[in-house]
């Protein structure tokens, strides 16, 4: 993978300039090296770059898969990783070089986007039934075990 995919030169966007990305990107620029946490599948980014005033503004779409263990049967499951809408911006005197590389961004980004936990067949994984019997279940008497101290702050307040 080319770093020059992430690049962006600043002077080209001058004048009102817009840059627009549209790449396929190896997923080994996220540099993830966890047991239960991988991106194996390409990144699709989509997005443009430009200048408002002193600051470059980059908007980002992606989307790619990470395989992560279910939470209920530990298989590997593939969940879909969108970034949409992603605006960010630079302030220019920031970028010394005049070329901003938006990897670090990007990765960021797709990162916050991962969840702590995903579960196979679209949340549906046939061995929920099995330990369903483990899952205490708050809602069964209307009545919940958790007391809210500010539950009725509203009331005090009038």
């Known amino acids: 993978m080319t770093e020059e995919r992430f690049k962006i030169y600043v002077e080209q966007l001058r004048d009102g300039g817009t ?13 993830v090296s966890e047991k239960d946490l991988k991106f194996v599948d390409p990144v699709h980014v989509e997005g443009e770059a ?3 005033d002193d600051d470059l503004v980059l908007l980002l779409n992606c989307t790619t ?5 279910c939470a209920i049967c530990n298989e590997p499951t593939k969940h879909t990783i969108v970034v ?32 702590k936990h995903t579960e196979c067949h679209q949340g549906k994984c046939p061995q929920r039934a099995q330990i369903q ?11 919940e075990d958790t007391y809210h101290p500010f539950a009725d702050l509203d009331k005090h307040l009038k």
């Open 84 to 115: 949409k809408g992603d605006y960010q911006m630079v302030p220019l005197k920031e970028i010394k070089s005049g070329v901003f590389d938006f990897k670090d961004l990007l990765r960021e980004a797709i990162l916050l986007e991962t969840p």
């Open 50 to 52: 430009y200048l408002a």
């Open 19 to 31: 840059e627009k990305l549209k790449e396929e990107l190896s997923p080994e620029f996220i540099d």
């Open 133 to 143: 019997q483990y899952i205490k279940n708050t809602k069964s008497d209307g009545k």
């Open 65 to 69: 898969f990470a395989t992560m263990p």
